[in-house]
T-cell receptor, first 114, second 116 residues
Framework: DTEVTQTPKHLVMGMTNKKSLKCEQH?????MYWYKQKAKKPPELMFV???????INESVPSRFSPECPNSSLLNLHLHALQPEDSALYLC?????????????FGSGTRLTVV | AQTVTQSQPEMSVQEAETVTLSCTYD???????LFWYKQPPSRQMILVIR??????QNATENRFSVNFQKAAKSFSLKISDSQLGDTAMYFC?????????????FGKGTRLHILP
């Protein structure tokens, strides 16, 4: 298995809703990432997990809450989002942090906040 | 600070032609990696090719090759015999050993259209 699987592919939520994005990989990668991507822009790093521990939080608002229950699974919990949070959310993994082999990305969750 | 610059926001070429996408970067690091990622309309970021800075030989993956000029800090991507499926956004990216921020630094991207 050489994939990163993200669910759901599309999500529409209201500003008072609570939802979660899920990311799964079975490649034995020990680093996992959440990125946010606006249209026609490069991805922006949000969070990094290394060996299931949060190692980097790029000053992301607390309405985004990451979780890494085990080495294969990464969640992003969403609560009280704003319309400007609408974007493509990409999950990625790598063997280790900054290992030079690049990331394997999932196909993303297209989030719309209404 | 590390930066990656892609000077071509958008390009169009005819199918079967060869196209070159430009990328320059700025760093004071010596041990680093460069990447080209492809993002088609399906949204998934796909690693096309990678280059290790200490290797002088240019990386090649089938129809994709790079021209890595370390002194000039240039890392261009050549796509030979372009196909309709090559239509995508292409991001040049950089990271370095000892990067405590663990960031892959992306350029702003080049939107490539392959015309039938």
């Amino acid at each position: 298995d050489t994939e990163v699987t993200q669910t759901p592919k599309h999500l529409v939520m209201g500003m008072t809703n609570k939802k979660s994005l899920k990311c799964e990989q079975h490649m034995g990668h020990r680093a996992m990432y959440w990125y946010k991507q606006k249209a026609k822009k490069p991805p922006e790093l949000m969070f990094v997990y290394s060996y299931e521990k949060l190692s980097i939080n790029e000053s992301v608002p607390s309405r985004f809450s990451p979780e890494c229950p085990n080495s294969s699974l990464l969640n992003l919990h969403l609560h009280a989002l704003q319309p400007e949070d609408s974007a493509l959310y990409l999950c990625a993994s790598s063997q280790n942090r900054v290992d030079g082999y690049g990331y394997t990305f999932g196909s993303g969750t297209r989030l719309t906040v209404v | 600070a590390q930066t990656v610059t892609q000077s071509q926001p958008e390009m169009s070429v005819q199918e079967a032609e060869t196209v070159t996408l430009s990328c320059t970067y700025d760093t004071s690091e010596n041990n680093y990696y460069l990447f080209w990622y492809k993002q088609p309309p399906s949204r998934q970021m796909i690693l096309v090719i990678r280059q290790e800075a200490y290797k002088q030989q240019n990386a090649t993956e089938n129809r994709f090759s790079v021209n890595f000029q370390k002194a000039a800090k240039s890392f261009s991507l050549k796509i030979s015999d372009s196909q309709l499926g090559d239509t995508a956004m292409y991001f040049c990216a950089f990271t370095y050993v000892g990067n405590r921020d663990d960031k892959i630094i992306f350029g702003k991207g080049t939107r490539l259209h392959i015309l039938p």
